[in-house]
């Protein structure tokens, strides 16, 4: 690829007509999906991006969507979960805290043995194959991910009595999905990891959010941690022709920035390094990211995918001001491992969205202009 490649994390904003006829259940939803779909790529393609993604416009958001595809999950809202959680005063206090109406995000959950039932997202890789010239990036929930966030002992612990044993079936399907993927010719296969963030960050008292609603997060992150590394790798392992990224932030459901998990990537970086990942995909256009010198601990194979635009506020970034924090990073790295792209998706949840479509073309075209500067500089 071209040196500097620009890319987005995944999510797109679904259009106010696609959510209309989602609720009204209507009869033409899926040409409605599509239309929205070729909409997606056609902004991301006139904003001048490298690699584009579909906009993950079949989703409810990143990881519930699951459920429509594996046999053995359900969809729950955090409201219906509290009735089922341990400790409901502190849940509630979570969802206060973190601005986040009970009703208003669903999570797939674990009612009985998984089995995939269609493709996870095999489907709607081939649709945007069929309609752009451009490279594209799927993004898939990590396994991490879905074995927490899915795991509620009252609901699940009849299929699976631990969550090793739900995470052996994740493996298999996740697997399953990437090598399909990659032999489909997918150019960016990106599991999102959030939550390793939490791990890191917010310390044992604070590592669930509404994200992770089965409060199924172990005592010791470090236990964490190493059950995160395994279930990745497994995901991976002989995995070849794709680029395999992992998508860390530290949230993306509220633009209030003081509700948002903060701290640099250093303590991760002992974990990330034992993974068999190409790209990690971080974000620092914040000042909750800490300083990019940590980057130098990353693995000297690993490339960077660059978050360098809020995808959650008004303001469109200036190029040349891009380019100066991405000039920082290649004096660090080097030019040729760094990837652009914002901080996260601009839709990740399809009722919640953090900003809307013509933001974050704009903001795109930014992270492209800055691209074709940086170029010729590094050239």
């Given at each position: 690829m071209t040196l500097f490649p620009v890319t987005v994390v995944g999510s797109w904003p679904r259009p106010p007509w696609l959510l209309d006829a989602r609720k009204r259940g209507a009869k033409d939803l899926r040409d409605r999906v599509e239309e929205a779909t070729l909409l997606a790529l056609k902004q991301q393609e006139d904003a001048g991006i490298d690699i584009v993604s579909d906009g993950e416009q079949r989703r409810d958001n990143f990881c519930s969507f699951i459920a429509d595809s594996i046999e053995g999950m359900k969809l729950l809202s955090m409201a219906d979960l509290l009735e089922h959680v341990e400790d409901k005063a502190a849940f509630e206090g979570i969802l206060s805290a973190l601005d986040v109406p009970a009703f208003a995000i669903r999570n797939a959950t674990v009612v009985g043995k998984l089995r995939?039932?269609?493709?996870?997202?095999?489907?709607?890789?081939?649709?945007?194959?069929?309609?752009?010239?451009?490279?594209?990036?799927?993004?898939?929930?990590?396994?991490?991910?879905?074995?927490?966030?899915?795991?509620?002992?009252?609901?699940?612990?009849?299929?699976?009595?631990?969550?090793?044993?739900?995470?052996?079936?994740?493996?298999?399907?996740?697997?399953?999905?990437?090598?399909?993927?990659?032999?489909?010719?997918?150019?960016?296969?990106?599991?999102?990891?959030?939550?390793?963030?939490?791990?890191?960050?917010?310390?044992?008292?604070?590592?669930?959010?509404?994200?992770?609603?089965?409060?199924?997060?172990?005592?010791?992150?470090?236990?964490?941690?190493?059950?995160?590394?395994?279930?990745?790798?497994?995901?991976?392992?002989?995995?070849?022709?794709?680029?395999?990224?992992?998508?860390?932030?530290?949230?993306?459901?509220?633009?209030?920035?003081?509700?948002?998990?903060?701290?640099?990537?250093?303590?991760?970086?002992?974990?990330?390094?034992?993974?068999?990942?190409?790209?990690?995909?971080?974000?620092?256009?914040?000042?909750?990211a800490g300083p990019v010198e940590a980057l130098k601990e990353?693995?000297?194979?690993?490339?960077?995918?660059?978050?360098?635009?809020?995808?959650?506020?008004?303001?469109?970034?200036?190029?040349?001001?891009?380019?100066?924090?991405?000039?920082?990073?290649?004096?660090?790295?080097?030019?040729?491992?760094?990837?652009l792209n914002p901080d996260c998706g601009f839709g990740t949840f399809a009722d919640r969205p953090v900003n809307n479509a013509r933001t974050a073309a704009a903001k795109l075209a930014s992270l492209a202009r800055a691209a074709a500067a940086l170029r010729a500089e590094f050239a």
């Open positions: 995939a039932a269609r493709p996870l997202a095999l489907d709607d890789y081939r649709f945007a194959r069929a309609h752009t010239r451009k490279p594209i990036k799927v993004a898939l929930p990590g396994p991490y991910l879905i074995t927490r966030s899915s795991w509620v002992s009252k609901l699940s612990g009849a299929a699976y009595p631990t969550r090793e044993e739900l995470g052996d079936d994740v493996v298999r399907i996740l697997r399953a999905e990437v090598l399909a993927l990659a032999e489909a010719g997918a150019d960016v296969i990106q599991l999102d990891e959030p939550v390793l963030s939490e791990l890191a960050f917010a310390g044992k008292s604070a590592t669930h959010t509404f994200m992770c609603g089965a409060l199924a997060a172990q005592a010791s992150p470090e236990r964490e941690f190493e059950l995160a590394v395994r279930l990745v790798n497994r995901v991976f392992e002989g995995v070849r022709g794709p680029v395999r990224a992992l998508h860390i932030c530290r949230g993306n459901w509220s633009r209030d920035e003081g509700v948002l998990l903060s701290g640099g990537y250093a303590p991760l970086l002992p974990h990330l390094g034992r993974m068999d990942v190409d790209q990690f995909v971080l974000e620092y256009a914040t000042d909750r990353l693995p000297a194979r690993a490339q960077v995918g660059f978050g360098v635009v809020n995808p959650r506020t008004a303001e469109v970034e200036a190029p040349e001001a891009i380019a100066a924090r991405v000039r920082e990073v290649a004096r660090l790295l080097g030019p040729g491992r760094i990837f």
